[in-house]
């Protein structure tokens, strides 16, 4: 009887044993590739599709091999499975398409419609005396203006710039914007003799009708959205914003290191260097579809316009008595900024658009722009906090950065090194004292010559003495010191760096290599760059002897964001 029960006991734990075996074991496809648990595989798939053809199965193994992955184990996949909420479609597609246009709904269509508004439909924008100088916001339409509080509900869609009197505040002066039914300019109450402050915010709706969807766009709009009092509420009411630039550059923008390029080719075309345009014909595909990220040059490149910012200096560098001065040409240019901002709308958002068609990436520029930093009673313990591990990191650089130089000091010379070559390894000679002696030549007492007690570090090279720092009582070298870079090692094109009085930061190429005509695409060839010229003659005021002296290299200006005439360091 025991022995029964007991084999029963057996056969029930190897039952469930296999069971749980099979339930943990992975499902695998025909290639051994783990695939959706059941319950998962159920909901993402509703109907179930029919198994893969010997054809697919083969056309499969033979990607596989050529991606080198065929046959190797993967990491092993952790089984979860679980029921899923429903999808919001027949299909996962489906579902993520109506998740994008429920993220991005009702923008996207405000967004579009606006695009597509032609010119015409858009108000007249007012002459520069018709501006007035008055608080808050005015209402200019049907050649009248009206004071009002905000802009008015039915303007759901908003093109606005503000502007900042920087030398004085970070808040704002001026604003301009436009919807399709009138023109609007908001004065601060500083600016206009209403208030002897200038912290004032620029409000965009009432409270009350916060809920109301509403669109801004704006060229580098983060730096607008800054200024808008509604963006301070703690209840965050329906405003979006949109930002021209970011649309631009993800549709036609430039990456950091095709900018320069960028540059050097656009004074190409406007100075007509055949020769240059000839060798650097690839760059051409680069600059006749795309512009760098301001207003000036976005608004040139989708819309042929010409803008002056000669104004924007009153911004940068005037008072607000000046800006009280040229008030109406000031919101002249504001407002004309707004309608170039407009016209480059209806370029950037239908190319993003056909480079990224799906929903979620519109929801997701609007997401980019809604980012806040909430901050407490213990914010000045963070900054402190923040500041303190500054100094400490920016003493353990200051630390390593010298322990370098010991490092190279103690190396005595270059010793074939491409960076330290370039240092001057001049060395002075210990000073002495001038001996006394006696008539028959002997030193007097005391008269043997001593070491100059005022002179520091004899022997040491040049370029170690000029980073002694004699209130710290040893040498001062930073990131920022003409040496780091040798120190670091630091390349440019993979090759090494040397500091040129004549031109700047420079970098050596080997003379075979520099006639190379291969690129990698973000940069142009070595052939097609212009080789430094130096003076050979040691009796000129700007020969330079290392690169006077060197043969076999060829040195280059590395490249600056202004472009050719603009020098790096």
């Known amino acids: 009887m025991q022995a029964r029960v007991a084999r029963q006991q057996a056969r029930g734990l190897c039952t469930t044993l296999a069971r749980r075996s099979s339930a943990d074991t992975p499902r ?14 159920r909901a993402v798939f509703k109907q179930a599709g029919a198994g893969a053809t010997r054809e697919q199965i083969r056309i499969s193994i033979e990607h596989l091999k050529a991606q080198g992955i065929y046959g190797k184990q993967g990491e092993p996949v952790a089984i979860s499975d679980f029921e899923p909420p429903a999808l919001l ?47 808050g916001w005015t209402r200019y339409a049907d050649g009248g203006a009206s ?27 001026l604003a301009a914007a436009v919807s399709q039914r009138a023109w609007y300019l908001w004065v601060s109450p500083h600016l206009a003799g209403d208030s002897a402050h200038p912290r004032h915010l620029i409000p965009l709706t009432d409270p009350d009708e916060a809920e109301r969807p509403r669109l801004v766009i704006g060229h580098s709009v983060g730096y607008d959205r800054a200024r808008i009092q509604d963006e301070r509420r703690l209840r965050r009411g329906q405003l ?8 631009h550059v993800a549709g036609r923008g430039l990456c950091t290191r095709q900018r320069p390029q ?123 906090r923040s500041e303190r591990l500054l100094g400490e990191l920016s003493e353990s650089v200051a630390r390593r950065m010298r322990e370098l130089a010991e490092d ?15 240092l001057d390894w001049t060395a002075e000679a210990q000073r002495f004292t001038k001996p006394r002696l006696r008539r028959d030549g002997s030193y007097a007492k005391g008269g043997a010559p001593r070491p100059v007690a005022r002179q520091r570090l004899a022997g040491a090279p040049k370029w170690y003495r000029d980073l002694w720092d004699a209130k710290r009582g040893r040498i001062h070298v930073t990131v920022r010191s003409r040496v780091a870079p040798y ?24 003379a075979a290599e520099a006639r190379s005509t291969e690129s990698d695409g973000t940069q142009p060839p070595l052939a097609s760059l212009r080789a430094l010229r130096f003076a050979r003659d040691a009796d000129d005021p700007a020969y330079e002897p290392i690169p006077a002296r060197d043969a076999d290299g060829v040195y280059f200006k590395v490249p600056h964001p202004d472009g050719d005439a603009a020098r790096c360091g």
């Open 28 to 41: 695998t496809n025909e290639l051994d590739i783990v695939m959706l648990a059941p319950k998962l595989r």
């Open 89 to 135: 479609g027949d299909s996962i597609e489906e579902h993520f398409r109506n998740l994008g246009e429920l993220a991005a709904q009702p923008y996207l269509r405000m967004a579009e419609e606006f695009a597509r508004a032609d010119d015409s439909s858009f108000p007249q924008m007012p002459e520069a005396a018709q501006w007035r100088m008055q608080s």
């Open 147 to 173: 004071r009002v509080r905000v802009p008015a509900r039915e303007d759901g869609v908003l093109v606005l710039d503000v502007e900042v009197l920087v030398p004085e505040s970070p808040y704002p002066v």
């Open 240 to 247: 979006a914003f949109v930002d021209t630039m970011s649309l």
């Open 262 to 384: 960028w540059q050097r080719y656009a004074r190409a075309r406007r100075e007509n260097d055949a020769e240059y345009l000839r060798v650097n014909s690839d760059t051409g595909r680069i600059f006749d579809v795309s512009s760098l990220n301001s207003l000036r040059e976005v608004a040139r490149h989708y819309c042929g316009l010409e803008l002056s910012k000669e104004r924007r200096s009153v911004f940068v560098e005037g008072s607000l008595r000046e800006v009280r001065a040229r008030f109406a040409a000031l919101a002249d240019y504001c407002a004309r900024d707004v309608d170039a901002t407009r016209r480059v709308f209806a370029h950037v958002l239908p190319a993003f658009r056909r480079k990224c068609p799906h929903a979620a990436s519109f929801a997701g520029a609007l997401a980019m722009l809604e980012a806040y930093l909430p901050v407490d009673g213990a914010w000045p313990a963070y900054v402190a």
């Open 408 to 422: 190279a000091r103690r190396a005595g010379g270059p010793q074939d090194d491409a960076w330290l070559r370039c």
């Open 487 to 510: 120190l670091l090692k630091l390349r440019w094109r993979g090759f090494p760096l040397y500091y040129s009085a004549a031109h700047g930061w420079t970098f050596r190429v080997p």
